[in-house]
């Protein structure tokens, strides 16, 4: 089965890959046991699984016969950046209007009064 290349969006877009992300926030856990939290078959889980293991949220590690998922920095700081952009654009545009702020009113109350 060929998994799809998603970038970070399309990959944290789908609900039950959210789901999963946060239920091993808690800890690594195996496949079947992941599986157990959602209504769809081991195949569709294991799918799921592999697009977050691509995307570099998880990785996935054989120990005897089960695979077990853990969380992984990777997809999350790609994530990230990306937001840490807008961060800087939003924190940039409120100090401008902070500035704006503190310049332009009256240091003593309403004109008039003193």
């Given amino acids: 089965m060929a998994i799809p290349t998603l970038d970070v969006f399309q990959v ?3 609900p039950s890959r959210r789901k999963m992300l946060m239920l091993l926030f808690a800890g690594s856990m195996n496949i079947n046991h992941l599986a157990e939290n959602f209504d769809m078959s ?9 697009i977050l293991e691509t995307a570099g949220f998880i ?16 997809g999350f700081e790609e994530l990230q950046e990306w937001i840490s952009y807008f961060d800087k654009f939003w924190l940039a545009k409120l100090q401008k209007l902070e500035d704006l702020l503190n310049n332009e009113l009256p240091i003593d109350g309403p004109e008039g009064e003193s």
Avoid: F, M, N, W
């Fill in 59 to 74: 990785s996935v590690t054989d120990i005897g016969r089960e695979r077990y998922c853990t969380l992984k920095k990777d």
């Fill in 12 to 14: 944290i877009g789908d």
């Fill in 42 to 50: 081991r195949p569709a889980v294991s799918k799921h699984v592999k």
